[in-house]
């Protein structure tokens, strides 16, 4: 069922009940991969719903590969089977942006924690958001939970009161939707990147 909320989020799936604690997952999903579903899953034992949010405009990666519509696709039939997750689209692409609209959606009460990996940490901590200390500013508005690929991360101290470790039972240090892309290019073997329920469509859309 597709439905839109107030402002910003499109929902395609939403979990039912009023989660105190939200885990928002903003991701390209080109395509959702293994990876992407032992983090969600791991963050079920911190928070009560995880939203996973494919943002409509990406400010740190160009557009390419799957199409909307097909990414969607893919991400419903990988988190069909957890009541728990809703699949959402957002107009925002920044943290910030995405948790004013999960705001609008969820209500200011709820608790708003950003799954993301140690790399994408990283990245959007570093980001230069165009004044000095804007970042600081902005994880006012919710905390990370980040799970160590390649290494725990480590935050600036600055903001490690609101950094949460994530921690994931298998290792998916080596497990990107690039690497299946680039598998797939090359003609290997890239079935065990990704759900096995997406495999079929993985291969429609980039085969």
Not at 124 to 139: K, S, T
Not at 188 to 203: G, Q, Y
Request: proline share 6%; net charge negative.
């Amino acid at each position: 069922m597709y439905y839109k909320g107030s402002v910003g989020l499109e929902f395609f799936r939403r979990a039912e009940g009023r989660p105190r604690v939200l885990g928002v997952f903003p991701a390209t999903f080109n395509p959702p991969t293994r990876a992407h579903m032992a983090m969600a899953c791991a963050a079920l034992a911190t928070v009560d719903e995880v939203l996973l949010v494919l943002p409509r405009g990406f400010p740190h990666k160009a557009w390419e590969g799957a199409s909307f519509e097909q990414r969607v696709e893919m991400l419903l039939v990988a988190t069909g089977g957890e009541p728990r997750f809703s699949v959402a689209s957002s107009q925002g692409g920044l943290f910030a942006q995405i948790a004013a609209e999960c705001r609008e959606a969820y209500g200011d009460a709820v608790r708003l924690l950003f799954i993301c990996g140690r790399d994408a940490a990283e990245r959007i901590v570093g980001w230069d958001y165009g004044e000095p200390g804007a970042f600081r500013h902005m994880i006012d508005q919710f905390e990370l939970l980040v799970a160590g690929r390649g290494g725990r991360y480590d935050p600036p101290a600055d903001i490690r009161d609101r950094v949460c470790a994530l921690e994931v039972n298998e290792d998916i240090g080596f497990i990107s939707a690039t690497e299946v892309r680039d598998r797939l290019r090359r003609g290997e073997s890239w079935e065990s990147l990704v759900p096995p329920e997406i495999v079929p469509l993985v291969r429609k859309i980039y085969g």
